[in-house]
């Protein structure tokens, strides 16, 4: 039997990249109470997961062009932000580089490149135990 509706397609990317916890307007002294370790210069092996919306097509029967998912998510965000400091990157101009506030700017970057209305959520995996998730509504 075959189903018409739409599906959901998830993208996996992956990156490395170095990052800092500092609010600009805090002390250093203050950052560090406020992040602990994270304060100091460290790095991650993130992954960057992309989630698109989409009927698949009756002749290929796919919902989602992989191909050009990947060259948007590359050049919108993979390209600036692996084996970089995550503060210099411009996708994430003024952002603390928090897993929250990446995912959030990552949403923000992805939005507009990707057809409109498809893009259904992003996550950003820092470590094993820690992945952020926005799916573009805003929380009050």
């Keep these: 039997m075959e ?5 959901e397609v ?3 990317y992956h990156f490395s990249a170095a990052h800092q916890l500092v609010h600009p307007s805090r002390s250093p002294e203050e950052n560090a109470a406020l992040y602990g370790p994270c304060a100091r210069p460290h790095g991650h092996n993130y992954y960057l ?13 796919m919902a989602v062009d992989l191909d050009a998912v990947d060259r948007v998510v590359n050049a919108t965000v ?3 932000v692996d084996h970089h ?3 210099e990157a411009p996708v994430v101009a003024g952002v603390v580089t928090t897993g929250e506030g990446l995912a959030r700017a990552f949403w923000c970057a992805l939005a507009p490149a ?3 209305g498809r893009l259904r959520r992003v996550a950003v995996v820092e470590t094993a135990k820690n ?9 009050r």
Excluded at 3 to 7: K, Q
């Design 85 to 87: 400091r995550l503060e």
């Design 3 to 7: 189903r018409r509706g739409a599906v």
């Design 114 to 116: 990707l057809p409109a």
């Design 10 to 12: 998830t993208r996996v």
């Design 49 to 61: 997961e992309v989630t698109l919306a989409g009927v698949p097509d009756a002749r290929t029967g």
């Design 78 to 80: 993979i390209d600036q």
């Design 131 to 139: 992945r952020f998730e926005h799916a573009g509504e805003e929380v």
